[in-house]
């Protein structure tokens, strides 16, 4: 099971809103609404801002949003915050009964 | 609150093995799947798969069988990963994580370096 596709890096502004893609095939993102997003700051453990494509847990911000199209998901962050910055993966159930992760993206808030 | 708890960085030569325990409290431990994600030096996280906490039944993911042993201590709430045969490649972060499509839940991770 190859990874999920993300950009290796996005930025943004404090305020602003910034999309990051996690590109699957109809064996897992296209094919099932069990996407999910992490964001990772290094040294700390992973925390869960999206599952299930776009459902929040509690605790997590409504200023992440989680959404899909086709064999794409997309996390948005609006209202950019400096404690954004961090690594975020996303995650897919596969048709192989397994899990796949992202390659990651690292947001920089600038 | 909900913990998971891991054991602490290891130092193994090639050929060695190692055991990784994660500890979990604040929720009945036999209720959530406990799975394993390896996260190697500058790559994303790979899945290595999950056991069955009420059971004991483990599930691989491709890639991590043979080598790869999960387990549990029901008694004290614990999971771990045993790992044989340890090469240069298997030097990574491993983290347990809590669930079964999504983690809500992961162990703060433990660093094992293999390195002659």
């Known amino acids: 099971q190859s990874a999920l596709t993300q950009p290796a890096s996005v930025s943004g502004s404090p305020g602003q809103s910034i999309t990051i893609s996690c590109t699957g095939t109809?064996?897992?993102?296209?094919?099932?609404?069990?996407v999910s997003w992490y964001q990772h700051h290094p040294g700390k453990a992973p925390k869960l801002m999206i599952y299930?494509?776009?459902y929040r847990p509690s605790g997590v911000s409504n200023r992440f949003s989680g959404s899909k199209s086709g064999n794409t998901a997309s996390l948005t962050i609006s209202g950019l915050q400096a404690e954004d910055e961090a690594d975020y993966y996303c995650?897919?159930?596969?048709?192989?009964?397994?899990?796949?992760f992202g390659g990651g993206t690292k947001l920089t808030v600038l | 609150q909900v913990q998971l708890v891991q054991s602490g960085s290891e130092l193994k030569k090639p050929g060695a093995s190692v055991k990784v325990s994660c500890k979990a409290s604040?929720?009945?431990?036999?209720?959530?799947?406990m799975n394993w994600v390896r996260q190697a030096p500058g790559l994303g996280p790979e899945w290595m798969g999950w056991?069955?906490?009420?059971?004991?039944?483990?599930t691989y993911a491709p890639g991590f069988t043979g080598r790869f042993v999960f387990s549990l201590d029901t008694s004290v709430s614990a999971a771990y990963l045993q790992i044989s045969s340890l090469k240069a490649e298997d030097t990574a972060v491993y983290y347990c994580?809590?669930?079964?499509?999504?983690?809500?839940?992961w162990g703060q991770g433990a660093l094992v370096t293999v390195s002659s």
């Open positions: 994580a809590r669930g079964r499509t999504y983690f809500d839940y």
């Open positions: 604040g929720y009945t431990f036999t209720t959530y799947p």
């Open positions: 056991i069955n906490t009420n059971t004991g039944n483990p």
């Open positions: 109809s064996s897992d993102v296209g094919d099932y609404n069990y």
């Open positions: 299930d494509v776009s």
């Open positions: 995650s897919s159930y596969t048709s192989s009964i397994t899990l796949v």
